[in-house]
Structures are given as C-alpha cells and as structure tokens.
C-alpha cells in the first residue's frame, strides 16, 4: 500500500463520527466601530503610517518628497510610466530586483480590524515585489474597506489567485529579548494612501 | 532526563527564569488586551474549535479534496507516513532539483522529524531564517518556543553569537543593530537558494492553496526567489474552506503575540511561471492520536503559543526542560502520544490551573488531558517508590474523616510552632524556596460547626 492510501486509511479507521460543520454569523461581531478611523488606528498599531490623497499624482508628489534620494522605483498605478524605473522585460530573475528602492502597489481590499491590505498576483509584475522592496506604498479606496476579515472573505469568494497575501504593517521581528524592531526581511516602512 | 530536573537547572540563574517569567506574561497580557477588544471572542473560539473538530471527523475526506486541488493548480502532492519518509522525501526533490543551498521558514514539523540533520548529512545547507531560528540554529540548540524560538537568551548572547558567526561588531546587545546585520546575512542566503522550505499554517481543502504566516517576510523572500518552494504540513492543518481563514486569521496572531494579524498571511496557490512547488502531507503519530477519543482535540492546535505564555511551570522553567519538539502544555499532551516513556514526566509539569485551556484560540482541554495523561502514565510506567507510598497514605488519609482531622490537627500546630528550621526543611518539598502559612488554630471543620451553631 502507498504512504498516502496508508495514511488516509489509518484516518478513515481512526476518525470519530462526523460532527457538523459551524456556520459562521459574522452579526455576533459586529461594533460601533467607523470603519476608516479602525482602519488608520490599526494601520499604525501594526507599524504602518497613513495619508491622504485625492489622486494618484497627489500620491506621487508625496512619495517623491519622503523618498527624495531612491533610485529604483516601481508603480503599477495608472499614468505613472515616468516614475518608474524598472524595466520587467529586461529582468530575468527576480534577484535582480534587490535594490528596489520604492514600490507602490493598489489594493482592493483593506481591513479595519487589524490594517491589513490584500495583494494579489495578477497586479504584481513579480511575487516578490512587495516583500523585496526597502519601501512599499500602497494605495487604497475608501470604499473598499470592510470591518472584518469575513467580510474580505466574501469578496474574495468566486475569485481565482495564484497568490496573494494580507499585508499588515512593515516587516518586524521581536525575537531579540522581545524587542521590537521594524524592518526584518520585508519592507522596512509602510505607507497607506486612502483615496 | 525528567521535567522537573531540567527545570531545576534552568532555574540556577534566578536572574533569567525571572526575565524569562515577565517577559512571557507580558505576552500573555497583550494577548488578552488584543482578544478582550474583539466583539464576539468567545463565539469566534467556539467556531474555532468547531471548524477545527469537524475537520478531524471528516480528515479523509478533505485531504483526498485538497490533493485534487493542488494536483490541478500544478503542485507536486507527496505523503509520508513517519519523520524519516518526510525527509527522504524532501532529500529527494532537492536532489531532483540539484538543490545544495536550502533556506527554511519556521516550521515545527521539520524539526520534529529533525530535517536539518538529515540534509546536513548530505552536505546540504540549510538556513533557518526566522530570526529566532536562525539564533538557535547558530547556538546549535533547538527551539524554546514555537513561536519565539530564541525566547531563553538574553541580547547579550545573540550579540556574542553574532559576532562569533556573522562577525558583527560588539554592540551590548543592541537589537536594531543586530537584526540589522542579520537581515543582510539573511539576504545573502536569500538570494543565493536554490530551494525554499516553508511550513504551512492553513491548507484549504476547497481550493488547494495554502497559507503560511510570518511577521519578517522571511517565508516570501524564501519562496518567490528559489525556483523550488518545498511546504511540509502535517494531515491535520486542513481546513474546509477558504472562508475559514476568516476565522483563524482573527483567532491566531490576537493568541500568539497580541497582534490584531500578522504582518504577513501569504496564500499560496499555484507555482509562480518557471517555478515548481511540492507539498509533503506527514502523519508521523497523527492518526495515532486521532484514534484515541480523550486525546484527540489536540490535533486542533493551530500553534499559537498561548498556553506556553500563560503556564505558570513553562514561564519558570523553560522550553528546553521539556526535552520536546512542541514544549508547553500543548506538548506535554501531543508528546506522551509519541512517546509514553520518554515524555513521562510532562503531564506533571502542570498545576492543573486551567489557564491553557482557558486562553486556547480553539478550546482544546488542554489541562483535562493533562489529567487523563497522568491516569494512563502512572498505570503504564514505573513510578518512584517514594511517590508511590505517599499517594497511598494521602489517599488513605483522605478517605477517613477522624485520620484527616487527626493529620490537620498535628500540620497545624506544627507550622505554628515549629522552628522554621524544621519547617523549611530539605525533606518538606513545599518548603523549598518559599515560607509556609503560619498554621490557623482551627480548621475549617471547627469555623463551620461554630458558624452553623451560632445561627
């Protein structure tokens, strides 16, 4: 018998009878909270800092002022072809992005309970963009915040990714005598733009 | 070597245990400041547990559903039945691959069946790169915690462990510093892989994907950089549906450090165009435990650490003295199921105070396991004479009301009277490091008699 027809008959055997699966009331956890003051306050518990822009040049202008010195800059925002610098049909492998200086992403879905932005890999020219990168800038609607994370569940429902990930916050590690340090492997600052 | 021996050990720098005792609590309380904010707690740990056992009573089922998936989103899927499968297994795919230099997130499950031997053995590089991994790994020790594996040394250490492997400059433990040199060595190794290794936090059976967490990034720099991302997840991490992370997602990074997420949940899912991905599904002793009714919730764990934070033996004693890949009250339930013997001593290391049971995101009775495990062990294996006998007279003693109050009487009037001497002797374990009470002139017997004849 195979490892796997083993295994699965040793759980067919071993297994108690079937409970029924819980169904999940998101209404027990709703609160009076506002949706977009939980999401800043969230953002920032997480390490991130928020802003306001009414436009994606708004956004540009701003990102030009806090990055003044950054050489290797990359946007998947629309018209912003003279911002970037990074020529992805000219990169054969994704190590050659390692002195990505600034990306700046969209989302489409921001949580308010915990800050957390979703990414997703049909918006990144590669997976390892938003992890490589020394400063990552992401820009979101107001509109698609939801209180919870059940709620971005639901939306992602029906749709199909290859990958994609909840980003809360810059990188951070704790694991020098828990002290906090910001900047791990991942990026080493996060800046939210709600529009 | 037993608990409370190594226990004993650990706790001859009083300096340490007593760091090592606030620091945790300290994670405890943020923990709870973080559960207490969400509306609903309770009911998401209900759900928690519910998803979670229904799992278990359906596991077959699911893992047949999660292998078609995956199969379909162009995963290699590979089974082993016990630690040595598993890693013959990932030996072989790097070996496929040409694989020699191999970077690793956390992933308990490679360290319970020992994976980095068994590829250094090969002349195989394997780099841990968890910072707190990567800090025991360079002190050649293991884990002390599943989820702050470096939790036992102090900034002090890692500043000498740093200089002595990474050559960093001395710094007085200073942890930007030094995590800012680790984060450069780390992206060396990075960028030099041929093979990621991750572990898996959640593998959706509806849609095939999995996810893992990190707070460093270090699993994503490690997968979307090597051309082979190999994820090892025991049978028991699925799940039924992708809309269940909802509720896992909120349950663990509030249990684990207080954070209200982690900073990274990446959801795998296909392998990136030119890269391959390999899933290696490990019973190891898990369909085991599934097979054993009072035991069998533990397989729910979703490895937050919660119960380590809050156990007041584990904050006093230390990872290490428990001699288990998973230490803590959740492992001194999972490891007995491996090896009765040799983890004997584990469901003892408890006060069976029901603080891990209380703070489980998914509700695993984990201080009533305790209990049953102690039942099994001491029927099962041998016990010392001198417990043995005194279990006999207390249990003798309790079962007869004029004894017990003989035995109450002289206690009393000993703690009162004798000299504390005596009383801190070395044979009174109870005595050892703390004062005892000074004896009350009646027991509760007397005060409750008086009381109801006064009325």
Redesign the interface.
């Known amino acids: 018998m195979s490892s796997r027809d083993a295994i699965l008959s040793k759980i067919k055997d071993n297994k108690p009878d079937l409970l029924e699966l819980p169904t999940i009331n998101v209404d027990v956890f709703s609160d009076s909270r506002n949706v977009e003051d939980e999401f800043i306050l969230k953002v920032e518990v997480a390490g991130g800092q928020v802003l306001k822009a009414a436009s994606n040049d708004a956004v540009l202008d701003q990102i030009n002022t806090m990055f003044p010195d950054s050489k290797v800059k990359y946007s998947t925002l629309e018209n912003t072809a003279d911002f970037n610098t990074v020529d992805f049909d000219a990169i054969k492998s994704p190590k050659e992005l390692e002195d990505l200086d600034v990306l700046i992403l969209e989302s489409e879905i921001g949580v308010a309970e915990n800050g957390a932005v979703w990414l997703k890999d049909a918006t990144l020219p590669m997976r390892v963009l938003p992890f490589i990168t020394k400063h990552l800038v992401i820009v979101l609607n107001k509109e698609n915040l939801v209180p919870f994370m059940h709620q971005a569940y639901g939306k992602l429902i029906g749709e199909d990714h290859d990958f994609g990930v909840f980003l809360a916050g810059p990188s951070k590690t704790a694991d020098i005598e828990q002290s906090l340090v910001i900047g791990a492997h991942g990026a080493l600052s996060l800046t939210l733009f709600l529009k | 070597m037993s608990h409370s021996k190594a226990a004993t050990i650990f706790n001859k720098d009083e300096k340490k245990v007593n760091w090592h005792d606030k620091?945790l609590w300290?994670?405890r309380h943020k923990r709870d400041k973080s559960a207490h904010s969400?509306?609903?707690w309770e009911?998401?740990r209900?759900?928690g547990q519910?998803?979670k056992?229904?799992m278990?009573?359906?596991?077959?089922n699911y893992?047949?559903q999660f292998?078609e998936n995956a199969l379909k989103?162009g995963v290699q899927v590979h089974?082993?039945?016990d630690g040595d499968?598993h890693n013959r297994i990932v030996h072989s795919i790097l070996q496929e691959h040409n694989a020699k230099k191999v970077v690793k997130s956390k992933s308990m499950l490679t360290e319970e069946c020992h994976l980095n031997p068994f590829l250094e053995a090969d002349g195989i590089e394997v780099i841990d790169?968890?910072?707190?991994e990567r800090?025991v790994q360079l002190a050649k020790e293991p884990p002390s915690h599943i989820v702050?594996?470096?939790?036992h040394?102090?900034?002090e250490d890692?500043d000498e462990l740093f200089q002595e492997h990474l050559g960093t400059k001395p710094c007085d433990?200073d942890?930007?510093y030094?995590?800012?040199e680790a984060?450069k060595h780390?992206?060396e190794k990075?960028?030099s892989a041929d093979a990621a290794i991750t572990g898996v936090n959640f593998a959706i059976a509806d849609t095939g994907g999995f996810v893992v967490c990190t707070?460093?990034?270090?699993a994503?720099?490690g997968a979307?950089?090597a051309p082979v991302h190999i994820a090892c997840m025991g049978?028991e991490k699925i799940i039924?549906k992708?809309?269940?992370?909802?509720?896992f997602?909120?349950l663990l990074?509030r249990s684990a450090?207080g954070?209200?997420?982690?900073?990274?949940?990446?959801?795998?899912?296909?392998p990136?165009n030119g890269a391959k991905m390999h899933i290696v599904?490990v019973?190891n002793g898990r369909?085991?435990q599934?097979?054993r009714?009072d035991f069998?919730a533990s397989l729910q764990c979703i490895r937050c650490g919660a119960c380590m934070n809050t156990c007041p033996i584990y904050r006093r004693s230390g990872g290490h003295s428990y001699d288990a890949t998973i230490p803590g009250p959740i492992g001194s339930i999972l490891s007995p199921g491996k090896d009765l013997k040799k983890h004997s001593s584990l469901p003892f290391a408890s006060t069976l105070c029901g603080s891990c049971s209380d703070v489980c995101p998914v509700k695993i009775d984990i201080h009533a396991q305790l209990y049953k495990w102690r039942q099994i062990i001491t029927k099962e294996t041998e016990q010392p004479f001198v417990k043995k006998a005194s279990m006999k007279m207390m249990g003798d003693m309790f079962a007869k009301p004029t004894k017990f109050e003989k035995v109450g009487k002289m206690a009393r009037w000993s703690l009162r009277n004798l000299p504390k001497g005596v009383i801190n002797s070395k044979p009174n374990v109870w005595g050892k490091e703390r004062d005892l009470p000074t004896g009350p002139k009646e027991s509760f017997d007397d005060w409750y008699k008086k009381r109801k004849k006064d009325e």
């Open positions: 620091a300290f994670v969400v509306e609903g009911e998401l209900n759900l519910g998803i056992a229904h278990l009573s359906n596991l077959d893992l047949i292998e989103n089974w082993a039945q499968e790169t968890d910072l707190g800090i702050l594996p470096a939790i040394k102090t900034k890692v433990g942890p930007q030094l995590t800012g984060r780390l992206r990075f960028v707070n460093e990034g270090n994503d720099m979307h950089l049978v039924p992708q809309e269940h992370l909802g509720v997602l909120r990074g450090t954070q209200h997420i982690t900073t990274y949940s990446s959801h795998f899912k296909k990136r599904i019973d369909t085991k599934l097979s009714p069998r």
